[in-house]
């Protein structure tokens, strides 16, 4: 059982006295934690060999979201993120949701897609059935490309053939190979099996193999996260809670009726999910393409999520989204951090990973919704940005808080105010 994630006062602690706490819990040993919070982290050398032209590292400052109960357990998740009040905004809505059980998430198999487009097919639907009568064949042949994902349970499930039409190309054959990754993100044995199976297809079809390739489209592989929240939970500053329910509700009806306003809804959910899918070295990329290409599945851009209220006048909210993450292979398995990340959540399969990361995000979701339907927006951002103007502006050690304290109390969060600001506190 992993200690609480409730560390109260945790925000208001020198940076120190934080990860004196956070080492006191014992989840991870002095090198591990060392890695986490990038002394050493990911050095020149180790990042040497995973890309091209390395000159160095670049880091993000590394957060830590409290308060989260998923599926019963307590997590304390790693947010590597630039962006102020992320981190803030989920650890209050994950504190929120604890108040009606935390969250609750599942996942389906992790079944990845992988593409083979057949060019220059001479009847299109011959060549479609020669490859679905041949489909026994062609799934043992896939799955004993990769021996150790087939003895951990993997391999090829099933196959579908699709005929797509373009002016460009005519009539072309694409066949879906649908693979079983089990806890790694998959592209690589995806991408292998599709390249193998390319001669096969081509003797069954008599047509050209162009593009082999996994999609980011991984709608075999969503999660989904759901949560309630009390509806006397949701009241502060005046504002009644059946108030901010009715708005949070309103505001999110708003990004399912215009893709507008669901582009920006979309991109504080993922907010939440980008920040933990990189610290746990997952692709970030794929993810972002995955949930914003599902998000238009029906031909029209619309929420990932859904807000509304259960018989007893409770918030409920709900998040789907396809999230193709592994805790093995690629970056997740060579960055010191990556690892750190994942033993500090306790995650020990993908979809537990995918469970955590479904939930942040929708209590991300929550916490924009929120402040958009109160307060607005800008006022807690706006607190938090302000000391990152302080520092752009020249603030130093003490002066940084000062400023900052300054500036968000004239309202006027800007650079050339911090300077004003800066200038009159040194004289």
Same mark, same amino acid.
């Given at each position: 059982?992993?200690?609480?994630?409730?560390?109260?006062?945790?925000?208001?602690?020198?940076?120190?006295?934080?990860?004196?706490?956070?080492?006191? =819990?014992?989840?991870?040993?002095?090198?591990?934690?060392?890695?986490?919070?990038?002394?050493?982290?990911?050095?020149?050398?180790?990042?040497?060999?995973?890309?091209?032209? !390395?000159?160095?590292?670049?880091?993000?400052?590394?957060?830590?979201?409290?308060?989260?109960?998923?599926?019963?357990?307590?997590?304390?998740?790693?947010?590597?993120?630039?962006?102020?009040?992320?981190?803030?905004?989920?650890?209050?809505?994950? *504190?929120?949701?604890?108040?009606?059980?935390?969250?609750?998430?599942?996942?389906?198999?992790?079944?990845?897609?992988? +593409?083979?487009?057949?060019?220059?097919?001479?009847?299109?639907?011959?060549?479609?059935?020669?490859?679905?009568?041949?489909?026994?064949?062609?799934?043992?042949?896939?799955?004993?490309?990769?021996?150790?994902?087939?003895?951990?349970?993997?391999?090829?499930?099933?196959?579908?053939?699709? @005929?797509?039409?373009?002016?460009?190309?005519?009539?072309?054959?694409?066949?879906?190979?649908?693979?079983? !990754?089990?806890?790694?993100?998959?592209?690589?044995?995806?991408?292998?099996?599709?390249?193998?199976?390319?001669?096969?297809?081509?003797?069954?079809?008599?047509?050209?193999?162009?593009?082999?390739?996994?999609?980011?489209?991984? $709608?075999?592989?969503?999660?989904?996260?759901?949560?309630? !929240?009390?509806?006397?939970?949701?009241?502060?500053?005046?504002?009644?809670?059946?108030?901010?329910?009715?708005?949070?509700?309103?505001?999110?009806?708003?990004?399912? &009726?215009?893709?507008?306003?669901?582009?920006?809804?979309? *991109?504080?959910?993922?907010?939440?999910? $980008?920040?933990?899918? @990189?610290?746990?070295?997952?692709?970030?990329?794929?993810?972002?393409?995955?949930?914003?290409?599902?998000?238009?599945?029906?031909?029209?851009?619309?929420?990932?999520?859904?807000?509304?209220?259960?018989?007893?006048?409770?918030?409920?909210?709900?998040?789907?989204?396809?999230?193709?993450?592994?805790?093995?292979?690629? &970056?997740?398995? !060579?960055?010191?951090?990556?690892? &750190?990340?994942?033993?500090?959540?306790?995650?020990?399969?993908?979809?537990? =990973? &995918?469970?955590? @990361?479904?939930?942040?995000?929708?209590? +991300?979701?929550?916490?924009?919704?929120?402040?958009?339907?109160?307060?607005?927006?800008?006022?807690?951002?706006?607190?938090?940005?302000?000391?990152?103007?302080?520092?752009?502006?020249?603030?130093?050690?003490?002066?940084?808080?000062?400023?900052?304290?300054?500036?968000?109390?004239?309202?006027?969060?800007?650079?050339?105010?911090? +300077?004003?600001?800066?200038?009159?506190?040194? *004289?």
């Amino acid at each position: 059982m992993n200690p609480t994630s409730r560390i109260p006062g945790f925000y208001n602690l020198p940076l120190e006295a934080r990860r004196e706490r956070l080492t006191a =819990l014992g989840l991870l040993s002095p090198a591990e934690f060392a890695a986490l919070v990038g002394e050493p982290g990911l050095t020149a050398a180790q990042a040497d060999p995973m890309i091209e032209n !390395v000159v160095g590292t670049f880091a993000l400052p590394l957060g830590i979201a409290l308060n989260f109960v998923v599926n019963g357990r307590e997590v304390l998740v790693p947010m590597a993120i630039e962006e102020p009040s992320v981190v803030a905004a989920a650890s209050y809505m994950a *504190k929120l949701a604890r108040a009606g059980g935390g969250f609750t998430a599942h996942t389906r198999a992790p079944e990845m897609i992988g +593409q083979i487009q057949i060019l220059d097919v001479a009847d299109p639907h011959e060549a479609r059935l020669r490859i679905l009568e041949a489909r026994a064949e062609i799934l043992e042949a896939a799955t004993a490309i990769d021996p150790v994902l087939q003895r951990l349970g993997g391999g090829a499930r099933d196959l579908e053939v699709r @005929i797509l039409n373009h002016p460009a190309l005519g009539d072309f054959l694409v066949v879906h190979l649908i693979y079983d !990754v089990r806890d790694a993100m998959g592209a690589n044995a995806v991408n292998t099996a599709c390249e193998r199976l390319a001669p096969r297809l081509e003797a069954l079809t008599g047509g050209r193999v162009h593009l082999r390739i996994l999609s980011n489209l991984a $709608d075999r592989r969503l999660a989904r996260s759901r949560c309630t !929240v009390p509806v006397e939970a949701l009241a502060f500053d005046g504002f009644r809670g059946e108030e901010v329910r009715d708005g949070i509700i309103a505001a999110w009806a708003f990004a399912a &009726a215009d893709p507008y306003r669901a582009a920006t809804h979309n *991109k504080g959910i993922m907010n939440g999910i $980008d920040p933990v899918v @990189i610290a746990t070295g997952n692709d970030w990329r794929a993810v972002e393409a995955g949930a914003h290409a599902y998000a238009a599945r029906s031909g029209r851009y619309t929420s990932l999520s859904t807000w509304g209220k259960d018989a007893d006048g409770n918030l409920v909210g709900t998040l789907e989204l396809p999230l193709a993450v592994g805790i093995v292979g690629g &970056a997740t398995r !060579v960055h010191p951090a990556a690892q &750190a990340a994942l033993k500090l959540m306790g995650v020990q399969t993908a979809a537990q =990973l &995918a469970e955590i @990361i479904a939930a942040v995000g929708l209590a +991300q979701n929550l916490g924009a919704l929120r402040a958009l339907a109160t307060e607005g927006i800008q006022r807690g951002h706006m607190t938090l940005h302000a000391r990152q103007v302080a520092i752009a502006a020249g603030a130093q050690g003490a002066e940084i808080a000062e400023v900052a304290r300054r500036l968000a109390e004239s309202g006027e969060v800007r650079i050339d105010r911090a +300077q004003e600001i800066l200038a009159q506190m040194r *004289k």
